[in-house]
């Protein structure tokens, strides 16, 4: 296996948190919000499963956040393979072929 180049996708990694946090700050506010009117103008059945289906939702997102924050940036290689078994053995995958040019990443 020769080696011909080294990356990282930080592009998609960022990204992915940006939208995450932006949506997580957006529903915690709308929620805070929520909470805040149901005090001042007491509880009713509408707000109370508004409140719990934003709470659901910034619950998932926060899941996202946490499950992209443990899996970190992708890094991959291309390579240029001599010998396949090499590539398992080493416990890699490949994902992507241009031509004799495989892009490769670690099995997780």
């Keep these: 296996m020769e080696i011909l180049a ?7 990694y ?3 948190l940006a939208i995450l ?3 997580g700050i957006f529903l915690a506010s709308l929620l805070l ?3 805040v009117d149901s005090f001042k103008d007491g509880w009713d059945k509408d707000g ?3 409140m719990l289906f934003i709470a659901g939702l910034l619950s998932l997102i ?3 956040l946490i499950g992209t924050n443990e899996q970190g940036v992708t890094e ?3 390579v240029r393979i001599i010998d396949f078994n090499e590539i398992y053995e080493k416990d890699y995958k490949i994902v992507d072929q241009e031509g004799v040019i495989y ?3 670690k099995n997780d």
């Design 33 to 35: 919000y929520a909470l």
């Design 103 to 105: 892009k490769i990443v």
């Design 6 to 12: 080294h990356g990282s996708q930080w592009g998609e």
């Design 62 to 64: 926060i899941w996202g």
């Design 76 to 78: 991959y290689w291309k």
């Design 48 to 50: 109370t499963i508004a």
């Design 14 to 16: 960022v990204f992915v």
């Design 21 to 23: 946090s932006i949506s």
